[in-house]
């Protein structure tokens, strides 16, 4: 069993920054594929970010790449993402999530989210 719980959210003008953070419970954390994913208003949760869980392997969606950096402290079991240069479509309830069987694929357990609200 993981228990996530995000937390960073908030509201930021377009061009700002924030950085979200996701406190893991359990002994699987240092061992599982971590991966952060949004979902706007009215639209299909979307992939945004992972990381493996050395962090030696790390994939970004096209539309955050060279804005936002996936990294994580296993030591603190917590994975984080680094949001720059925000813009209104990265609006969005954003969740983290463990694979803990490091399929790539499939996300065992998910937070609550943390709301984003990027102003124009």
């Known amino acids: 069993q993981v228990l996530l719980v995000e937390s960073g959210g908030g509201l930021v003008q377009t061009g700002g920054s924030l950085r979200l953070s996701c406190a893991a419970s359990g002994r699987t954390f240092g061992t599982s594929t971590m991966g952060w994913f949004r979902q706007a208003p009215g639209k299909e949760r979307e992939f945004v970010a992972s990381?493996?869980?050395?962090?030696?392997?790390?994939v970004y969606a096209d539309s955050v790449k060279g804005r936002f950096s996936i990294s994580r402290d296993n030591a603190k079991n917590t994975l984080y993402l680094q949001m720059y240069r925000l813009k209104p479509e990265d609006t969005a309830v954003y969740y983290c999530a463990a694979d803990v069987n490091g399929s790539g694929f499939k996300y065992d357990y998910w937070g609550q989210g943390t709301q984003v609200t990027v102003s124009s």
């Open positions: 990381i493996s869980w050395s962090g030696g392997r790390i």
